[in-house]
C-alpha cells in the first residue's frame, strides 16, 4: 500500500487537525512530546550555564575584596530597572501563553509585543551599561584597567556612593575575573534574550495571522518556557553580579 | 492516559500572574534593599534565598510546573540535582585544597 | 627456526630474556605499590577466568546442537546479591588499600631533603638546596627521603620516575609536593608524562641514585659557588625586600626571622601555617596574605621574579633564624658585588650545606 | 532447522525484496539530503561515521607507524602530535559518541517501541547536518595545518601555549556536542512519550534501556563541555583570565568542566554498546537476559553514578586528597553495575540453545575485552596505583579495551546482527565470522602489549621513547595491521552483500523485537499497522506461538 498513512484503531474515529504530524497518534501525544522537549532543553541550557556559575562561586570565595570592588562599578539602578522590566516580560509572557490558550487572538498579540518591546527594553538599557564599561576600560583583555580599582578616587561617582579603599594591586588585577565573568554571564543572558527576540518577532507575525489561536498552542508554551528561563537566570545574576555588596 | 488530559485542560489565569508578578517585585525590592544592609556572612544567603523564591515562583505558576505532570517536575528537580552535582563535587576538590594534605 | 625472520627471531629472544612486567623496584614505595598492583591483577585474572569459563563451558554444554531447545530461566536475586556484593567489597578493599598508597606517596617525612624541581617548555630544571643546578636529570642519595618540591612556568608537566613508583603534576602557579626514598644505586628513567607541546617526548631524562658517599662527592663536584639560599639573599637584596622586613620596630613589614613552619595570623583572620607555598603566595599575592597588624602595602611581584628566583627567595627565608642576615643586607644593598663577601662571613644554616638544610625548628 | 544456526531465511528463489519500503519510496540524492524519517538518516549516519572511522583508523595506522622505532623518523615530533590529536577528537567526537546511538539508535528506537518515527523527525535531520559541520571542520582543521593540543584541550596549553587551529577544532567539538545533544533530547522525549499500547517500562528491550541511559548523559553532560570550550576560545582569543594562572584563574577548573562531560562521555560511548550487546546475547542463546530488571536498572546506575566520578582523571594533578578520596571510592562504586552485566550475561547463556553467528562472536569477544578493559579501569580507579599508571600506555591499553574492545565489538555486532533488517539481504556468514576472528586476535595483539608497557612506565602521547620498549611497540604496530585488515574485511563484505546478499524475510534471526514484526526493509512508517505489546521481552516463547499460529493460517 504505498503512500498510505497507516491509521490505527485507536486513531482512525478522531478527525486530524492540520497542524498532527503523520507520526504522532494524537494531538496530546503531540503536545506532550513537545513540551517534554522543550524542558529537556532547558535542562542543558541550566547545565551551560551552571559551569559559569561554578566558576563564579569559585572566583568569588577567591578574590572577594575584587569582586565587592567589581560590583559597586555596576550600576544597581540600572540593573533593578532591568529586573523589573524582565519581570514584567515575564508576565506579559505568561499573559500570552493564556490569551493563546484562551484562544484570545488580540490579547496574544498584544502580550507578545509588549514582551517583545520589554525585551528590547532590557536590551537597550544592557548596552548603557555595556557601553559605560567600554569606556573605562573595564572590558578584560588587551586594554583591561585598574585604575578605577587602584585609585578609586580617580572615579568620583562610584566613589561618592561607596567610598571604596584602593586595593593593592595584585587583588586590583583580580577585578579583571569579575569582568571576565560578568561579561561572559550577561553576555550568554543577552544572546538567549536577542534569540528569544527574534522568535518574539516571528510569533507576533503569525500571532496575527492567528497561527496560534486556533486550538495548537505548544509552541507559544515553549516560548514561554525559554523566556521565563531567561528570566530565572537574570534573577540569580542580578543577585550574584550587582548585589554582592553595596553597603558601605 | 490521564496525564495528558491534565496537561492540556489546566489553564492557569491571569488573577494568578497578577499575584505572581507582585509578589517578584517584592522580592525583588527587598533583595536591593537587603544588600544595602550589614549583614556580613548573611548577605550572599539572603540574596540566593530571596532569588531562588522567585525563581521558584516564576517556575511554579508561570512556568505551569505546579499544575503540570510528574515527568515535567522530575525534570526540573533533575535539572536543579545535577546542577548542585557540578558544583558541589568540583567544591569538594576547591574547599579542602586550603585543608593542606591530610 | 631460521624460517623466521632473523629480525624477528633477535627480538622475540632479547624479550623473552629481558621480559618484565614493572621496571625495577628502586624506592621504599615501590615494593608496596607493586603489592597492590599484583593483587588487583590477582583479582582481574580470578574474574576474567570466571567469566571465560562460564561462557566457555555453556557455549559447549548448552550449544545447539547438544542442546536443541532453551529452558527460560527467570532471573535471580540471590545471585544479582552475590555479584553485586562480592566485586563491590573487593572493589571497597582496593579502594582503602590504594588510599593507604596513595597517602604515603604524597605525605613526606618530617625530615626529608627538599629538592625543588621547575618544568617549563621542554626540560625539567632540578634545583639543590646547596646551589647544584640539574638539567634533565636527579641526583639522589640512596636511604634518605627526598621531597621534591615542583612548579611548572608555562603548561602541566609530570615528573614521573617509574622505577621508584611516583610522578606528580608539575602545575603552572601552585607547587606540588612528592617523596620517594631512593633503595638501589642506579640509573633510572624520569619522563614528563603530562602532555606538554611539541616536544614531550623530548622532556625526559635521568635518575642517578647514589650511595650517600657518591652523593657527597658529586655535591661537591657541582657545587655552582653559591647555595640557593644565598642566591635567594642576593636577590633579597636587589629586590629591597629589607626596607620593610626587617627587625626594626618601625618596621612596615613582619620579620621573616624564623618564620618557616610558624603559624601565622592573617589580617584576614585565620591562621596558616608558612610553608613554601604560602611563603610563594605571599610574595606574589601579597594582599591576601598580610600577616596580623600590618598594613596591605607590599606591591606584588608577579612577572617580576622567575620561578627560580622565587625559589631562591623561599629558601633564603627558610633558612632566616634570626634577623643579623638581613641587618647584613641592609647595610650591604648599595654595595652588592660586596655582599658576597659579607655573605661568606655569616654563621648561617644557610652556609652549611644542604645535609642540614632541612626544616628550621623555631 | 539446521543444528548450527537459528537463521530461518524465505525461499531464495520466490523471495523478493518488497518493493514499498523506506529506501524505494522516495528517489534521488535529495529525497535523502532532505529526509526526515528516522531510517534514512540513520542510513546517513551510518556511512559518515563510516568515513570518520576510517579517516581515524589511518591516523591510528600513522601513529602505530611511527612508534614502530624508537627515534622520532616517521614523522617529526610536532606532526605526530597532530595526527594523535586528530585521532583522538574524530574517533571520540565524530566516531564514538555517535556511533551506536545515532545509527543503531536513530534505525531502531522507534521500531524497537512501535512508533512510526522519533518524537521529532526535523530536529533529528538537524542533528545530522551539525555532526556533518562538525566533522567536515574538523577535516578542514586538518587540511590547514592541524591541531596539537591532545583531544583533551588542557589548559594552559591549549590557550597560551600552541598556536595550532585550536579554535576551529573547538568550533567544531562544540557543533557535534549539539548534535549529541539534539540525538538525546530525541531519544529521551521518544521513549518516554512514543510508545505504542501495551509497551511498559519494563517490557522495553535493554537497548533502549541502554541508550536512553546514554541519552540522559548526553543532554545533562555535553553542554558542560559546550562551556568549557567556549571559555577556551574566549581565553585563547580575548585572554579572560579564567584558566590562566597568571591573571589568578585556575587552570584545574578547565579539567574539572571538562572531564565533567568527558568522564560520563565514556559511558555515552559505552551505553548504547552494552545494549546491543544484551540483545544480541539473548537472541542468540534463545533466552530472555538473566535478570533482566538487575541489567536493565544497571544501566540508569551506570549514567547516575557516572557523573559523580570525574576527578578521577586529576588524581595526581594537584586536586585537594581529600577529594581524591571522595573520588576514588565514588569511582569503585560505579563499576559495580558494569560487574553485574557481565554476569548477567553470562548467565544468559545458561541452559540456552547457543549458535555462533557473527554477531554472537563478536558479542563474546566484547564481554571478554569489556571485562579486561573494566578491571583495569578498577587499576586506575584506586588512587594509589593511579600514581603509577596514569599518563602512561597502562591508561591508553585501558581505554582502546573498553572503547575499541568494547565498543566498536558491540557496533560491529550490532551492525550484523540487524544487517537483515535494514537492507532486506544477509551478509556472507563464513567470512564475516572471519573477519570477526581476525579484529579479536588483532586487537588483543594491538592492545595487549600496552598493558606491559603501561606499567613498565612508557608515557602516553610520545613520539619517541626508550629503546627498551620497541619489542613491545612492534608487537603492537603487527596488530595493529591485523586489526586493520579486521575492520576492512566487514565494509568489503557489506557492500558485497547489498546486491549479492540472501534475501532476508521478515525476521531471519527467530528474534522477539518488535523491529523483526515489520518487512525487511522497512516501511517508510515503519508498521503496516502499530503493534500492541501483549508480553514481556524477549519472550522466544510467545514468537514460538505467534509462528505456529501464522504457519497455520498460511496452511489454511
Redesign the interface.
Known sequence: MPNSSVHTAESAHEEHPAYLRHHFNSTEQQADAAGFAMWLFLLTEVMFFSGLFTAYLIYRNWYYPAFVSGSHQLNVVWGTTNTVVLIFSSFTMAMGVWCAETRRRRGLVLSLTLTFILGLGFLGIKTIEYREKIEKHHVPGFHYSMQSFLDPQSDPEVYAEYHDKPLVPDMARHTELYFSLYFLMTGMHALHMIIGIGILGFMILRARAGAYTAGHVTFVENIGLYWHFVDIIWIYLFALLYLISRHQ | ?S???E??QH????GV??V??FA??IG?AL??W?????LGFW??II??A??TT??VL??L???HVKYS?K??KL??I???F??L???S?????????A???? | MNHISPVIWQFLVKWMTNFALLPPEASKIAPQMDALLFFLILVSLIGLTIVVLLVVSFSILYRKKRHPVAVQVEGSTLLEAIWTIIPLGLFLVMFVWGALIYFRVYTPPVNAMNIYVVGKQWMWKVEHPGGQHEINALHVPTGRAVQLTLISQDVFHSFSIPAFRVKREAIPGRYTTVWFEATTPGTYHLFCTQYCGTNHSQMIGDVVVMTPEEYRKWLTRSDSGASLAQDGERLFASLSCAACHNARPDARGPSLANVYGAKLSLSSGGTVIADEAYLREAILNPSQHITQGYAPIMPTYQGQISEEGVIALIEFIKNLNSDYRVEQTINTTDMLPGSEGAAKGGKTPAAKGPAQNGKVKP | MSEHTIVSLPDQATARIPKDNYITRENGLLSWLLTSDHKRIAILYLISITFFFFIGGALAGLIRLELLTPQADLMATDTYNKVFTMHGVIMIFFFLVPSVPATLGNFFIPMMIGAKDLALPKINLLSWYLYMTGGLLALYTMTVGGVDTGWTFTTPLSTHYVNTNVLTTGLAVFVAGFSSILTGLNFIVTIHKMRAPGLTWFRLPLFIWANYAASILMVLGTPVLAIAIVLVALERTLGIGVFDPTKGGDPLLFQHLFWFYSHPAVYIMILPGMGVISEVISNFSRKRVFGYTAVAFSSVAIAVFGFFVWAHHMFIMGISNYAVLVFSLLSMLVAVPSAIKIFNWSLTLYKGSITFETPMLYAFGFIGLFTIGGMTGVFLGTSGTDIHLTETYFIVAHFHFVMVGGMLMAFLAGIHFWWPKMTGRMYPEKISQLAAVVTFIGFNLTFFPQFILGMLGMPRRYAAYPPEFQILNVFSTAGATILGVGYLLPVLYLIWSLRYGAIAGDNPWQATGLEWQSQSPPLTENFAEIPVMDHEAYDYEWLEKQQKEKGVASAE
Do not use: C, Q
Open positions: 492516559m496525564e495528558h488530559n496537561h492540556a489553564i492557569v489565569g491571569p500572574y497578577l505572581i508578578l517578584l517585585l525583588t533583595t536591593v537587603a544588600s544595602f544592609l550589614e548577605n550572599p540574596a540566593l530571596i532569588a522567585k525563581a516564576v517556575v505558576f508561570f512556568m505532570s515527568l515535567t525534570t526540573v533533575s535539572g536543579i545535577m546542577f552535582v557540578l558544583i563535587m568540583t567544591l569538594t576538590d576547591y574547599i579542602s585544597r585543608w593542606g594534605s591530610w
